[in-house]
């Protein structure tokens, strides 16, 4: 079976390998393409995944190309985690709106926008390429913004794009944990967008252990969303909010610390990842070590200025692990060896959130079989969650529009209906501003 991974050069990539690795079951992944712009970033990743497979029997082959069109012939899955302007426009995105006071993160406000009017223009293209030269294979979705690009893709594939995040997993995964379950035989009550959904559920064994949680103080206190958003707001809430949510119920207070921050994190992995790639291209280097190093101290940085802000403290050792290479493996072993699973995951609505209409992504626990990813019903949002769903889906909306059309009078839309910008004039002050930063933001008249 044949994997593509589109972004082949990212840092990421041995994540994946790494999981494709444990998997010794029929049906498995046996070749890998890595497809990247960059031939330098992709050498140095296949230098960290030939490490990888020293020690592992009938480790899948791996090549690496930049021709798009030789890479997706006769992929069974396409795995798409591309960075359109690199961690140059990441950076960019977070300095532009910073300079207006308002977030700049990737996916959320400001920074999210820019960052999906670069990149949806890509994907759509990446979309139709796969449905020319292998539409029987399925699309694993990670480039962000998730949800936003998986719809885009969507309207070119279909069911047959599929987006994936660790951020819903390793939610679940705190909650069971300290509430002495084990994560695995836990059905999780999940639901929002990409960054933007609650938990608000969690049963064990047909009963909702989240109430118990809620009641107690100490324990609620004691992992990362607890410490993040305060045990007051979690009760206040009745529900544990994805930790992406902070930059909304926190917005003043991540804003001022992302503007006193030494260096934005988009600037921070810019400069770190540099220095892997500047280590790797060295001969007499190990490049699984150098990699191994570099992810701990990326990891360990997740959300820093968040925690800080909140008084969180460092994150527990648990947390570093990731997930989103697990998430991607056990979607396909679902598909390929029809083993049917749940996962929460990024697909069309279909009927599932009533106050959406049914080509909307959304992120929602899916039963997964050989057929694909179905949304499991799920209760209706409370209203204050409600609203917040609806005006996000309605921005991404106005982005795809942008996308499609190129109306720079769109772009200036989808910045001001987003919650977290406030001002008409800004909205116009920030397409200014990332239209003189990007060059990929040209098309936008």
């Given at each position: 079976m044949k994997l593509t991974i589109l972004g082949g050069g990212g840092f990421r990539v041995p994540l994946v390998y790494g999981a494709l690795l444990t998997d010794r079951g029929e049906g498995r992944v046996t070749e890998v393409v890595l497809h990247d712009l960059d031939a330098g970033r992709l050498s140095a990743v296949a230098r960290v995944l030939a490490e990888q497979a020293a020690v592992v029997p009938d480790a899948p082959a791996v090549t690496a190309t930049t021709d798009l069109d030789e890479a997706?012939?006769?992929?069974?899955?396409?795995?798409?985690?591309?960075?359109?302007?690199?961690?140059?426009?990441?950076?960019?995105?977070?300095?532009?709106?910073?300079?207006?006071?308002?977030?700049?993160?990737?996916?959320?406000?400001?920074?999210?926008?820019?960052?999906?009017?670069?990149?949806?223009?890509?994907?759509?293209?990446?979309?139709?390429?796969?449905?020319?030269?292998?539409?029987?294979?399925?699309?694993?979705?990670?480039?962000?913004?998730?949800?936003?690009?998986?719809?885009?893709?969507?309207?070119?594939?279909?069911?047959?794009?599929?987006?994936?995040?660790?951020s819903p997993v390793g939610l679940g995964r705190r909650i069971a944990r300290v509430l002495g379950a084990n994560p695995r035989e836990a059905w999780i009550d999940y639901v929002g967008l990409n960054h933007l959904g609650w938990v608000r559920g969690l049963h064990i064994a047909g009963r909702d252990e989240l109430p118990r949680l809620l009641a107690d103080p100490d324990l609620l206190g004691s992992f990362e969303e607890g410490k993040l958003f305060g045990v007051d707001w979690l009760q206040s809430l009745g529900a544990i909010p994805n930790e992406y949510l902070h930059y909304y119920y926190f917005n003043r207070e991540a804003v001022r610390s992302y503007q006193q921050a030494e260096k934005t994190r988009g600037a921070f992995l810019r400069d770190q990842q540099a220095h892997f790639y500047e280590a790797v291209a060295d001969p007499g280097s190990k490049a699984l070590d150098v990699w191994d190093r570099t992810r701990a101290e990326r990891e360990a940085t997740y959300m820093a200025e968040n925690r800080e802000t909140a008084g969180a403290g460092e994150r527990d050792a648990d947390d570093l692990s990731g997930g989103y290479e697990k998430v991607a493996l056990a979607l396909m072993r679902a598909i390929a060896r029809d083993e049917r699973t749940t996962l929460i995951l990024n697909v069309r609505n279909r009927g599932t959130l009533s106050v959406l209409d049914g080509e909307a992504v959304i992120e929602v626990p899916c039963l997964v079989d050989a057929n694909g990813a179905h949304p499991v019903a799920v209760a209706p949002l409370p209203d204050h969650a409600t609203g917040l769903v609806c005006a996000v889906k309605a921005v991404e909306r106005e982005v795809l529009a942008a996308a499609e059309s190129g109306s720079r009078a769109t772009a200036v839309k989808a910045f001001a209906l987003h919650p977290l910008v406030d001002s008409v004039n800004v909205a116009r002050r920030l397409v200014e501003g990332y239209t003189d930063a990007h060059p990929g933001l040209a098309y936008l008249k």
């Open positions: 997706l012939r006769g992929a069974d899955f396409v795995f798409s985690a591309i960075r359109v302007g690199g961690l140059e426009g990441r950076a960019a995105d977070e300095r532009v709106a910073l300079a207006e006071g308002v977030l700049g993160q990737e996916t959320v406000g400001a920074g999210g926008i820019a960052y999906g009017l670069r990149t949806v223009p890509v994907a759509v293209e990446i979309a139709r390429r796969v449905a020319r030269l292998a539409p029987d294979a399925w699309v694993i979705n990670f480039t962000n913004p998730a949800g936003l690009v998986t719809e885009a893709m969507s309207r070119h594939l279909g069911d047959r794009v599929i987006g994936i995040c660790d």
